[in-house]
């Protein structure tokens, strides 16, 4: 399968957005020679050098031209909130049902990461799975125009409760956001339905 992965955002978006790009480029880092050594083909667009719309438009362009199976495009939300997304284009078309599909699996490769120590060792952050209809903003450009099943992943809030800002800017939060989107890719790859 030919996986698409990217970070969201550029390094010429806004601060929040700037932190949100590098954060999650530590975690393509770790996740693209994972998935490769499952056999997978990956493509890692990255365009952090070029202003944010222009990043998003090349992104999207790019994972189209190498005709990728899947996409997913990795963010941390912003805004306050005490719960992670993984968010897909829930317009009827021919991606909508496998991007469904791969953003219960994404969520559930968040449920999958250990947490903390027994009795309590589940990871603490409630993940939903959100169907968007409707551009809002130019934000959700990578889900409506991506010739793939695709999904944005937010598995915690930066400026949220103390549990996720605390993972956010742990030592392992680059292995863990990684770990855990390999698995739900994991869970989708073997999905004989598919």
Same mark, same amino acid.
């Given at each position: 399968?030919?996986?698409?992965?990217?970070?969201?955002?550029?390094?010429?978006?806004?601060?929040?957005?700037? /932190?949100?790009?590098?954060?999650?480029?530590?975690?393509?880092?770790?996740?693209?020679?994972?998935?490769?050594?499952?056999?997978?083909?990956?493509?890692?667009?990255?365009?952090?050098?070029?202003?944010?719309?222009? &990043?998003?438009?090349?992104?999207?362009? /790019?994972?189209?031209?190498?005709?990728?199976d899947c996409a997913v495009e990795l963010h941390l939300?912003?805004?306050?909130?005490?719960?992670?997304?993984?968010?897909?284009?829930?317009?009827?078309?021919?991606?909508?049902?496998?991007?469904?599909?791969?953003?219960?699996?994404?969520?559930?490769?968040?449920?999958?990461?250990?947490?903390?120590?027994?009795?309590?060792?589940?990871?603490?952050?409630?993940?939903?799975v959100r169907a968007m209809h409707q551009l809002q903003?130019?934000?959700?450009?990578?889900? &409506?125009?991506?010739? &793939?099943?695709?999904?944005?992943?937010?598995? &915690?809030?930066?400026?949220?409760?103390?549990?996720?800002?605390?993972?956010?800017?742990?030592?392992?939060?680059?292995?863990?956001?990684?770990?855990?989107?390999?698995?739900?890719?994991? /869970? /989708?790859?073997?999905?004989?339905?598919?």
């Amino acid at each position: 399968m030919r996986i698409g992965i990217a970070p969201g955002h550029s390094l010429l978006a806004t601060p929040p957005q700037t /932190y949100e790009h590098q954060r999650c480029l530590e975690v393509v880092a770790r996740l693209a020679p994972m998935l490769r050594d499952a056999g997978h083909d990956v493509a890692t667009p990255i365009f952090g050098d070029q202003p944010n719309d222009s &990043a998003l438009r090349a992104k999207v362009k /790019y994972l189209n031209d190498v005709a990728v199976d899947c996409a997913v495009e990795l963010h941390l939300n912003a805004g306050g909130g005490d719960y992670g997304l993984a968010v897909y284009w829930g317009v009827r078309n021919s991606y909508s049902l496998r991007g469904q599909r791969l953003a219960r699996y994404l969520s559930m490769g968040m449920h999958a990461l250990p947490h903390g120590s027994p009795p309590d060792d589940k990871f603490p952050i409630p993940q939903h799975v959100r169907a968007m209809h409707q551009l809002q903003r130019g934000s959700l450009y990578f889900l &409506a125009a991506t010739h &793939a099943p695709s999904v944005l992943v937010e598995p &915690a809030f930066m400026d949220g409760p103390p549990t996720h800002r605390d993972w956010i800017t742990s030592p392992a939060f680059a292995c863990d956001y990684a770990a855990a989107v390999y698995l739900g890719l994991r /869970y /989708y790859a073997e999905d004989s339905t598919l």
